[in-house]
Nanobody
Framework: QVQLVESGGGLVQAGGSLRLSCAAS????????MGWFRQAPGRERVFVAT????????TYADSVKGRFTISRDNAKNTVYLQLNSLKPEDTAVYYC?????????????????WGQGTQVTVSK
């Protein structure tokens, strides 16, 4: 069984930055792709970014491209999401997810495990 625990969310002003972390338990992290998704109030959960098992391939949603960076440290079983130039529309609960496939995906059904989420609130 894999457990994912997100941290690093909070309240930040527009233009600010945050770094989200997601720590994974278990032995499958280094062979698993990881993803970040977010859900704004009253809206569906949507894809944000994904990274392959090796870290060599990343994909971003158009809305965050150039502002957010996904990375991972397989020695620490942790994936990160650096959020820069934050906008009020980035306000959401951010979830990390693990796919036992080594390839990242934008599709939620590919992911086998999900964290509980961390709140990011961006004020004007």
């Amino acid at each position: 069984q894999v457990q994912l625990v997100e941290s690093g969310g909070g309240l930040v002003q527009a233009g600010g930055s945050l770094r989200l972390s997601c720590a994974a338990s278990g032995r499958t992290f280094s062979t698993s792709a990881m993803g970040w998704f977010r859900q704004a109030p009253g809206r569906e959960r949507v894809f944000v970014a994904t990274i392959s098992a090796s870290g060599g391939s990343t994909t971003y949603a158009d809305s965050v491209k150039g502002r957010f960076t996904i990375s991972r440290d397989n020695a620490k079983n942790t994936v990160y999401l650096q959020l820069n130039s934050l906008k009020p529309e980035d306000t959401a609960v951010y979830y990390c997810a693990l796919s036992r496939s080594g390839l990242g995906s934008t599709r939620q059904y590919v992911y086998d495990y999900w964290g509980q989420g961390t709140q990011v609130t961006v004020s004007k």
